[in-house]
């Protein structure tokens, strides 16, 4: 099975703080996601890559940044947060061999914005 | 563009009952795969099953759906439920070539098994 592990698990920011959230797999997967999921909304994704220096852009993207450091890190960053970006995040990553695109979540990094 | 629905909000039910929990697609790529998951809660989402294969069977922890091309549907069943199976479900798609690597989700359905 996949891993996929993100840091911090919680964090608390205030209003125009900068915040970094971090995701690493071990499996070598080439494709690598950030998603929120807020009740009502489901998963929205908010960028991906397909490989190290990569970045394509999602459905939800204002706000964010994002960057694809090797192979096995994906950073997610807000610059000036919001408390509409308060949410649960998660981190998912991909192999993508055959078309599949069966994605390996991470635990979730809980995020609040005051 | 491509899009997924499933049935909508929250589905409750009595232990024991059968569960369907509908998925409809849309895309132009004739060979689409498609998923379920599960989200049990404060876990996170996990894959139940998968298709690649029109008209086959496909099953997994009990539960059991079949793609059908001609009616572009991935519906999840089970025949009896269990306390355990309430949980957040959603229906997704992947056709690679024409989304770039991106998975299209629907919006989720949350089932709760009532004893």
């Known amino acids: 099975e996949a891993a996929v592990t993100q840091s911090p698990r919680n964090k608390v920011t205030v209003t125009g703080g900068n915040v970094t959230l971090s995701c690493r797999q071990t499996?070598?997967?080439?494709?690598m996601y950030w998603y929120r999921q807020d009740t009502g909304h489901g998963l929205r994704l908010i960028h991906y890559s397909y490989g190290a220096g990569n970045l394509q852009i999602g459905d939800v993207p204002d706000g964010y940044k994002a960057t694809r450091t090797t192979q096995e890190d994906f950073f997610l960053l807000l610059e000036l947060a919001s408390p509409s970006q308060t949410s649960l995040y998660f981190c998912a990553s991909s192999d993508g061999t055959g078309g599949a695109l069966e994605q390996y979540f991470g635990p979730g990094t809980r995020l609040t914005v005051l | 563009g491509d899009s997924v629905t499933q049935t909508e909000g929250l589905v409750t039910l009595t232990e024991g009952l059968p569960v369907m929990l509908n998925c409809t697609y849309q895309?132009?790529?004739?060979?689409?795969?498609l998923f379920w998951y599960v989200q049990h809660l404060n876990e996170s989402p996990r894959l139940l099953l998968k298709?690649?294969?029109?008209?086959k069977r496909t099953e997994h922890q009990g539960f059991h759906a079949t793609l059908h091309k001609s009616s572009s549907s991935f519906h999840l069943q089970k025949s009896s439920a269990q306390l355990s199976d309430s949980a957040l479900y959603y229906c997704?798609?992947?056709?690679?070539?024409?989304?770039?690597?991106?998975?299209?989700f629907g919006q989720g359905t949350k089932l709760s098994i009532k004893p």
């Open positions: 298709s690649f294969t029109d008209n």
């Open positions: 895309t132009i790529y004739s060979n689409p795969f």
């Open positions: 997704a798609l992947s056709d690679l070539p024409y989304n770039q690597g991106k998975l299209i």
């Open positions: 499996n070598s997967h080439n494709y």
